[in-house]
């Protein structure tokens, strides 16, 4: 069983900049990918970034150049640097988590990003 705890949202005027940040906390980890989706009010979640041991990077269009998304392992620990923040940017975020050898996968409990003046 993994728990995936997130922080750094908030509100932030358009332009500006947010950090979030999720750790993984479980007995035994065995990461395989760390990812953030993003999920606004009558729409769909989507994945927004994810990254791999191995440092293979993916981005949505709608964010690419935009925010970047890194990863400590040492730390179990996955960010998300969010910069010129859009007010479409708005939404629940999401951490995400899949395991090597396991069939589930993790999600966080979600933290607000609101882009607004």
């Known amino acids: 069983q993994v728990q995936l705890v997130e922080s750094g949202g908030g509100l932030v005027q358009p332009g500006g900049s947010l950090r979030l940040s999720c750790t993984a906390f479980?007995?035994?980890?065995?990461?395989?990918?760390m990812a953030w989706y993003r999920q606004a009010p009558g729409k769909q979640r989507e994945v927004v970034a994810s990254a791999t041991g191995d440092g293979t990077t993916n981005y949505a269009d709608s964010v690419k150049g935009r925010f970047t998304i890194s990863r400590d392992n040492a730390r179990n620990t996955v960010y998300l640097q969010m910069n010129s923040l859009k007010p479409e940017d708005t939404a629940v975020y999401y951490c995400?988590?899949?395991?090597?050898?396991?069939?589930?996968?993790?999600w966080g409990q979600g933290t607000q990003v609101t882009v607004s003046s």
């Open positions: 995400h988590a899949l395991q090597y050898f396991d069939v589930q996968n993790y």
């Open positions: 479980a007995s035994h980890l065995n990461i395989k990918v």
